[in-house]
Nanobody, 123 residues
Framework: QVELVDSGGGLVQPGGSLRLSCVAD????????VGWFRRGSEKVRQGVVC????????YLLDSVKDRFTISRDNAKNTVYLQIHNAKPEDTDIYYC????????????????WGRGTQVTVAA
């Protein structure tokens, strides 16, 4: 069983930056791929980005490639999502997700989910 606690959301102005954190309660955290999904405009969870157990990044959403960066610190059981140049369309609830080893493309393929953290981009 893996418990994920996501945090760091809040209000940020357009063009600003924000860092989300995901702390995992998992004895073998280093063996999990961890990513971020967001709720999406039609309430269909939308994949954003994922990082594998081998530190490889997979962008699940092309439009954020130049602005979002994912990283992990296995010593702290933590994954970060750095948002740069935030845009109003980034406004959403962001969920930390995890699955063993490799990143997946679909929400249903992730075994563990955080409760979500709200990001609001507005002036």
């Amino acid at each position: 069983q893996v418990e994920l606690v996501d945090s760091g959301g809040g209000l940020v102005q357009p063009g600003g930056s924000l860092r989300l954190s995901c702390v995992a309660d998992a004895p073998t955290f280093e063996h999990y791929a961890v990513g971020w999904f967001r709720r999406g405009s039609e309430k269909v969870r939308q994949g954003v980005v994922c990082i594998t157990s081998d530190y490889e990044t997979t962008y699940l959403l092309d439009s954020v490639k130049d602005r979002f960066t994912i990283s992990r610190d296995n010593a702290k059981n933590t994954v970060y999502l750095q948002i740069h140049n935030a845009k109003p369309e980034d406004t959403d609830i962001y969920y930390c997700v995890a699955v063993p080893i490799a990143c997946r493309w679909k929400a249903v393929e992730y075994d563990y989910w955080g409760r979500g953290t709200q990001v609001t981009v507005a002036a």
